[in-house]
């Protein structure tokens, strides 16, 4: 079956502590999206990457990185400078047409 | 800047009770308009493009209309099942290939 997968699930990070999200793709699809969405508010980009080894920064990416080495791949990492990460993260991605689909997304609390 | 605005925030029909979701758009130069339905803990799911003003598209009960400021997400006969957010997004001209601006949802319950 085509699709995205994120891993964990569910994630839960310490104080001063970095955590990677995983996404993944077998669509062949070039571009690739993560999303932060809080209760009560629509999504907003973090990331986005429209080819292999290049990324751009979206409305809120202080205190996140990502990387781009494959085509399939776009792993997200929530860095100690984010100071409120708990929110639900998706990643999405596109190919020919602007229609993005997204994965199941990672639910990550701070402890 | 480009804004989506969706209304209203929440919506509470009976079953069969038929009703529409709206989306306002200020974009430059629209190059498609989306909707997505998303159940609670999950990522959301991809229902229609719509491209130009006066397109329709239906699937099952749900039919998406589009004018030059709005879209419309019409909902004939619903059922309990029908009960999820559901999420406008446009991408535009005037913004990097593919991106898209998200509405804050509105979330539908249907009672039976």
């Known amino acids: 079956d085509g699709g995205i997968t994120q891993s964990p699930k569910y994630l839960f990070r310490k104080e001063g502590q970095n955590v990677t999200l995983s996404c993944e793709q077998n669509l062949n699809h070039d571009a690739m999206y993560w999303y932060r969405q809080d209760p009560g508010q629509g999504l907003r980009l973090i990331y986005y990457s429209q080819i292999v080894n290049d990324f751009q920064k979206g409305d809120i990416a202080e205190g996140y990185s990502v990387s781009r080495e494959k085509k399939e791949s776009f792993p997200l990492t929530v860095t100690s400078a984010q100071k409120n990460p708990t929110a639900f993260y998706l990643c999405?991605?596109?190919?020919?047409?602007?229609?993005?689909?997204f994965g199941p997304g990672t639910r990550l609390t701070v402890l | 800047e480009d804004q989506v605005t969706q209304s209203p925030e929440a919506l509470r029909l009976q079953e069969g009770e038929s009703s529409s979701l709206n989306c306002s758009y200020t974009?430059?130069?629209?190059?498609?308009l989306f909707w997505y339905r998303q159940d609670p803990g999950k990522g959301p799911e991809f229902l229609f493009t719509?491209?130009?003003a006066g397109e329709e598209k239906e699937k099952e009960r749900l039919k998406a209309t589009l004018t030059k400021k709005e879209s419309f997400l019409h909902i004939t006969a619903p059922k309990p099942e029908d009960s999820a957010t559901y999420l406008c997004?446009?991408?535009?001209?005037?913004?990097?290939?593919?991106?898209?601006?998200f509405g804050q949802g509105t979330i539908l319950t249907v009672h039976p």
């Open positions: 997004a446009a991408s535009s001209g005037g913004t990097s290939y593919g991106k898209l601006t």
């Open positions: 974009v430059s130069g629209l190059r498609g």
């Open positions: 719509l491209y130009s």
């Open positions: 999405a991605s596109n190919g020919a047409t602007d229609t993005q689909y």
